[in-house]
């Protein structure tokens, strides 16, 4: 009986930790990590955020600043506040999110607080897949590395 009771508290507990992260920031440091490894994280928790059509979370990767900048077809968009609007106008439903997937990733030390980041970006949409090529420049702060800079392209072809 001992053991059964020991074994519904520890699924209630798995159970609350697999809850709670959900919730949870999505970018925050590791304690030890390499600047390749952290960076790879907050790429994996936007992916993760995106996948879960959660824009805000998704947005924490970024420099919370208004000179942040965003660079695409349609232009520059500048600060943290354009790009959220930006993003919610352009994806307004999970259907139009689709599913993100990034690869190729190239992460390059500029300097102890600085890195460069190449990569290729995909979504899986119903109403057509769509994907293309991002440039990223990182820089690490206090509470850890964030994008202060995002170029990214779209590919012909690349659905």
Do not use: C
């Amino acid at each position: 009986m001992h053991t059964k009771r020991l074994l519904v508290a520890f699924i209630a507990v798995v159970a609350a930790l697999g809850l709670s992260r959900a919730s949870m920031p999505v970018v925050r440091g590791i304690p030890g990590a390499s600047p390749d490894t952290e960076i790879r994280h907050v790429l994996e928790s936007q992916q993760e955020a995106w996948n879960r059509a959660d824009i805000p979370s998704f947005l924490e990767g970024y420099w919370n600043s208004p000179d942040l900048t965003f660079s695409g077809a349609n232009g520059t968009v500048r600060g943290y506040t354009g790009l959220l609007n930006r993003y919610q106008k352009t994806y307004p439903t999970p259907e139009a999110m689709g599913h993100l997937d990034f690869s190729g990733l190239e992460i390059r030390q500029l300097g102890p607080d600085a890195a460069l980041v190449l990569g290729k970006w995909h979504l899986k949409r119903t109403a057509g897949d769509v994907g293309g090529v991002f440039t990223l420049v990182f820089q690490r702060f206090r509470e850890g590395w964030r994008i202060v800079h995002d170029h990214t392209s779209e590919q012909k072809g690349s659905s």
